[in-house]
């Protein structure tokens, strides 16, 4: 099994935990339909999905105070073990978004 990690960051690579004091939304699809729902944690700016098996998902990023509102990025679960972590920055000042990053490590 396999998870799949999400955290907001700002372009200084700050914990962007909540805009006007609104947390950010993570969602998590498979097929089209919503298999999971995270509010990121308002200490780290992070999220979790856990114990996921092989298979395609897309992970939605909801905001109503940034730009675009809604951001989906689709992952590939492809063996067991994996931990697929996705950061997503914003230009906190402008409140839009910057960049998505990611990267695959091992799970210990």
Known sequence: ???IYVTIRNQENHALT???GIAFI???RQ???AIAQETIDLIHADAGFDDLPIGQ???VVRH???LPQEVLNDVTISTDEQVII???VY???ARVLLDIQASVEKRL
């Open 57 to 59: 998902y897309t992970v």
């Open 64 to 66: 109503e105070r940034v």
């Open 91 to 93: 230009l906190e000042p």
């Open 18 to 20: 909540s805009i006007d």
């Open 26 to 28: 993570t969602l998590l």
């Open 1 to 3: 099994m396999s998870d």
């Open 31 to 33: 097929n089209g339909q």
């Open 86 to 88: 996705l950061t997503f």
